[in-house]
Nanobody, 118 residues
Framework: QVQLVESGGGSVRAGGSLTLSCETP????????MGWYRQLPDKERELVAI???????EYVDFVKGRFTISRNRGRGTAYLQMNSLKPEDTAVYYC????????????WGQGIQVTVSS
């Protein structure tokens, strides 16, 4: 049963931009904390950005000023706008959703490849 549907990955040159989308077709969006993680080759999955409903977004230092997380409640979709991409941003990006009323309820997207060439 698909819970989160990711789209928008691909390949760009350094300095380029991509926007990732994460739809939640089967989950009520209003109470979800939405986040984006990434996993570099041979590395552990790491948090990139997170945004709770009606809260300001939070970012890890290495993407501040370059990436923007946003959410559209009407569309039940979260986004990750990635600008000024660097080769070291190359990774599989995962959408993450967590029920703010029951933090044990967690969902992951299928992962989407982002490749940045120099």
């Amino acid at each position: 049963q698909v819970q989160l549907v990711e789209s928008g990955g691909g390949s760009v040159r350094a300095g380029g931009s991509l926007t990732l989308s994460c739809e939640t077709p089967t989950i009520p969006f209003g109470y979800l904390i939405m986040g984006w993680y990434r996993q570099l080759p041979d590395k552990e999955r790491e948090l990139v950005a997170i945004q709770a409903p009606d809260r300001a977004p939070e970012y890890v230092d290495f993407v501040k000023g370059r990436f923007t997380i946003s959410r559209n409640r009407g569309r039940g979709t979260a986004y990750l706008q990635m600008n000024s991409l660097k080769p070291e941003d190359t990774a599989v990006y995962y959408c993450h959703a967590q029920n703010k009323y029951d933090l044990r309820e967690i969902y992951w997207g299928q992962g989407i490849q982002v490749t940045v060439s120099s």
